[in-house]
């Protein structure tokens, strides 16, 4: 191991590399109990076996060869976004996307993904769309899931007037959003309590507060009835391999039923997001003070990222991307390539525990999104909300995604309002805006798919 992943150069030896692993496993192991809400048979409909299979697999295959095949401290799950963007689509489209079809998208989307590595066009994009637009992205989506969260954990509810219009919400007054009751609900009681447990232990900055607290609320849940552990009875803890989704993606239906906008933000939200976490990550571990070693691995680094996308897609679950909870193995001293292998170990040793996490309730894991929602809303504050040209776009982008329900619509809105306010002030002289030539074709593709296919 020493020679292998070069630890005395790195300043690290074995016992702080595991011990990063394992800091780093519990920081992000929430999205084994969590990622069921999204894809599972209450989201997009895969089983909850498969989800938990693709998962544990998927996360820990993709983050060992993080580890070997590049040598950083980087680790991979499913995406928080991504999994709520791919649930979105199904439910949407009324049975006419089967989540079969959504994961052709998602492996179609590794692939373009994967080409737009080798061909270096993945770091045009990143220098075409302007840094505010990519920070919108990231909030807008964090609200996008704390919505969800608060949905699921009945904290918040909504209802529909009888008698009024639908189409015209604010006007008729069709929708009324409320609090929940946790007086006569206990599952909202529930999801409050857990909520305040991840919040506190986030305070005291304690490791693997997301997922100690999901454990925590889920037994808190058993003496209130909410917990329903009747499926332990006779459970297997060998790990199942029924009900499983791998290799059931359907690429002639993802095709065959024009997916090309749900592939197209598949590959344009993993796009900025990877990237950011991945230099972050690295730079926080000092991998990046050497620069061109430091972008010969970032390269390497999304290679793997980009396969990790198509090989979770066969696995069964949506995008796998890097994760930005890899820095907590960082701050505890991990700097090679051992932590990320450590972590891959400790998630597909995770599939032993599947009876337990297929008995946690959405109560107990909703809390978790809203807590994600408020780390993801961190990077607000580097938008330059002082110059309107920047701010506006910015701001449709954040708030369209929650409000609209689609991750998609706040992305459309942003480079088109962008792309606008750029140059009618460049044209009047009042703004001395550059817009790189492909953001002019991604303005004119979003164009061509709200005029062709309505705003639906």
Known sequence: ??????????????????????????????????????????????????????????????????GLFVNIPVALAPGMGLNAYFMTVVLSSNGAITWQAALGAVFLSGIVFLILTVTKIRQILLTAVPDNLKIAIT??????????????GNLVTVSINPGTDVSQPVAGGAFNLGMGNFIDHKDTLLALIGLLLIAVMMVLKLKGALLIGIVLTTLIGIPMGVTDLSSLNGASWFPSFENLAVGQMDLKGAIGIGLL?????????????????????????GLLKNKEEGEKKLGKAMLVDAGGVSAGAFLGTSTITAYVE?????????????????????????????????????????????????????????????????????????????????????????????????AIGKATGRINAKVHWLMWILFVIILIRYAFMGAE
């Open 139 to 152: 909030v807008g989506i964090g609200l996008f899931i704390t919505i969800i969260g608060l949905k699921l």
């Open 1 to 66: 191991m020493e020679r292998f992943f070069k630890l005395k150069e790195h300043g690290t030896n074995v016992r702080t590399e595991m011990i990063a692993g394992l800091t780093t496993f519990m920081t992000m192991a929430y999205i084994l109990l969590v990622n069921n809400l999204f894809l599972g048979p209450d989201g997009a409909g895969i089983p909850a076996e498969g989800v938990f299979f693709a998962t544990a697999v998927g996360a820990g295959l993709v983050t060992i060869v993080m």
């Open 326 to 422: 890899s820095t907590a193995g960082v701050a505890e001293g991990g700097r090679t390539g051992l932590t990320a292998v450590t972590t891959g170990i400790l998630f597909i040793l995770a599939l032993f525990l599947a009876p337990i996490a297929l008995v946690v309730p959405s109560a107990a894991t909703a809390p978790a999104l809203v807590v994600v929602g408020v780390l993801m809303m961190n990077q607000v504050r580097k938008i330059d909300w002082d110059d309107f040209f920047q701010a506006f776009p910015a701001f449709l982008t954040i708030v369209l995604m929650p409000f609209t329900g689609g991750i998609a619509n706040g992305i459309s809105a942003g480079i088109i309002s962008f792309v606008i306010l750029a």
């Open 261 to 285: 906008e749900v592939i197209f933000i598949f590959t344009f939200v993993e796009l900025f997001d990877t990237f950011g976490t991945l230099v972050g990550t690295a730079g926080r571990a």
